[in-house]
Antibody, heavy 118, light 107 residues
Framework: QVQLVQSGAEMRRPGASVKVSCRTS????????IAWLRQAPGQGLEWMGL????????TFPQRLQGRITLTTDTSTSTVYMELRSLKSDDTAFYYC???????????WGQGTLVTVSS | SYVLTQPPSVSVASGKTARITCGGN??????VHWYQQKTGQVPLLLIS???DRPSGIPERFSGSNSENTATLTISRVEAGDEADYFC??????????FGTGTRLTVL
């Protein structure tokens, strides 16, 4: 069955960087995009970016341009999300989710809590 | 950027029908997807492409989309349906947009 397994919780100081992984299985890796979302405590869902493992093409919201990088490792069917220059309001659960272009997010990782605190 | 507006909360008695709306400019021209998120859990795809139910989703959940409003309808509401519900679309610049979310309370 389709599975997306994310790396464990992280704690960082303001100004640092964090890299979260999302290891996929149960389907052909390059045939689906991977989206990254986050959810601050008690808040809604926020889209952070999208990567196509087939071509490596990425799309990001304007507000995160320059602070986020998405990469893939096709040998392990893993996607990585790196967020730099962390601030306290980056504290959130971060999710990866599988997506066909224009379609829904049909499978989700379990979430990774990133805490940014001095 | 494209904005999706949902009511912050909807309350319904057990066994009745709940309707959760998702408003957006000409949203009827887009495909709307709905997610359910119970407390402490990962969001779950509930409805795709306006009205399609993924395998395992009960028939009590249905969707519609027309003009400026998409609607998620939950028939015969159960206590276990208490959750946050989010609508989602892709806008014309290939950005993923979520609604503000609606908390469903079952009375």
């Amino acid at each position: 069955q389709v599975q997306l397994v994310q790396s464990g919780a992280e704690m960082r100081r303001p100004g640092a960087s964090v890299k979260v992984s999302c290891r996929t299985s149960g389907y052909i890796f390059i045939t689906y995009n991977i989206a990254w979302l986050r959810q601050a405590p008690g808040q809604g869902l926020e889209w952070m970016g999208l990567i196509s493992p087939y071509k490596g093409k990425t799309t990001f919201p304007q507000r995160l341009q320059g602070r986020i990088t998405l990469t893939t490792d096709t040998s392990t069917s893993t996607v990585y999300m790196e967020l730099r220059s962390l601030k306290s309001d980056d504290t959130a659960f971060y999710y990866c989710a599988r997506n066909l272009a224009g379609g829904p997010l049909d499978s989700w990782g379990q979430g990774t809590l990133v805490t940014v605190s001095s | 950027s494209y904005v999706l507006t949902q009511p912050p909360s909807v309350s319904v008695a057990s066994g009745k029908t709940a309707r959760i709306t998702c408003g957006g400019n000409n949203i009827g021209s887009k495909s709307v997807h709905w997610y359910q998120q119970k407390t402490g859990q990962v969001p779950l795809l509930l409805i795709s492409y306006d009205r399609d139910r993924p395998s395992g989703i009960p028939e009590r959940f249905s969707g519609s989309n027309s003009e400026n409003t998409a609607t998620l309808t939950i028939s015969r509401v159960e206590a276990g349906d208490e959750a946050d519900y989010f609508c989602q679309v892709w806008d014309t610049s290939s950005a993923l947009v979520f609604g503000t979310g609606t908390r469903l309370t079952v009375l």
